[in-house]
């Protein structure tokens, strides 16, 4: 029983750490295309950027899944009432991100890739966009009866609920964004204004996934310790 205790615990640690990354990720997503849109070095900034995007949706995702693994799910519910189905959509456009912003990188169709790529993004962010609020709804349904729930609590469910919205806005955002440069229409500037919306986006979103953690995480020891006890 302790070691599944452990477990438990070292997978909330793991996802918390997860949404850190992630969010450090999205802030340097932010940086190199505000510097990029500067002037500097566009051609190798932007493609950087996607690259760095790219990771930080496969780290959302495996910190996600991480989580998600760790609670399991309530009898007779499915994966994807709980949006783990937007959890496969983050793995295959983070990597798919990656690669095209290397083949970018590297100078082959470098607008084109780097514009099609956003549009991906932008539309993992809309399908994933609920995945943070329904991971807050499934452990709070989890520990709600087993232990009683504080004030980090309240607050991850709030923060929960606004990164959901803000997410959906980034990522339809991001899809509008990357049509239009597809067109022509001043792509470098376009691509680069929604790398900034989605960076920004996923760091509240990873923020809030560390933050949904940590707001159970004095739920998790007390339930633990009710185990131990007699």
Do not use: K
């Not at 609920?130 to 009683?148: F, I, K």
Request: aromatic share 4%; proline share 3%; net charge negative.
């Amino acid at each position: 029983m302790s070691t599944t205790l452990t477990s438990e615990h070292v997978g909330a640690e793991t996802a918390g750490y997860g949404g850190l990354v992630d969010a450090l990720g999205g802030v340097a997503t932010v940086v190199l295309a505000i510097v990029a849109l500067a002037g500097i070095h566009q051609d190798v900034l932007a493609p950087i950027a996607v690259i760095v995007f790219g990771a930080a949706l496969l780290i959302q995702g495996g910190a996600m899944a991480s989580d998600f693994a760790q609670i399991g799910l309530p009898a007779g519910v499915s994966a994807e009432q709980f949006g783990m189905g937007g959890l496969s959509a983050l793995f295959l456009v983070g990597a798919s991100g990656i690669v095209l912003g290397v083949l970018a990188l590297i100078g082959i169709v470098p607008t084109v890739l780097t514009s099609v790529t956003v549009i991906a993004f932008g539309a993992a962010a809309v399908i994933s966009s609920n995945s943070v609020r329904q991971l807050y709804l499934l452990r709070s349904t989890a520990m709600r009866m087993v232990a009683p729930q504080g004030g980090s609590t309240f607050l991850a469910g709030e923060m929960a609920s606004g990164s959901a919205g803000v997410q959906l806005l980034a990522g339809l955002a991001a899809i509008v964004l990357g049509i239009l440069a597809v067109t022509g229409t001043n792509p470098v500037t376009l691509i680069l204004s929604a790398l900034i919306v989605l960076g920004a986006a996923i760091v509240l979103s990873g923020s809030t996934l560390s933050g949904i953690v940590m707001g159970f995480m004095p739920s998790t020891e007390a339930t633990a310790r009710a185990r131990v006890l007699p």
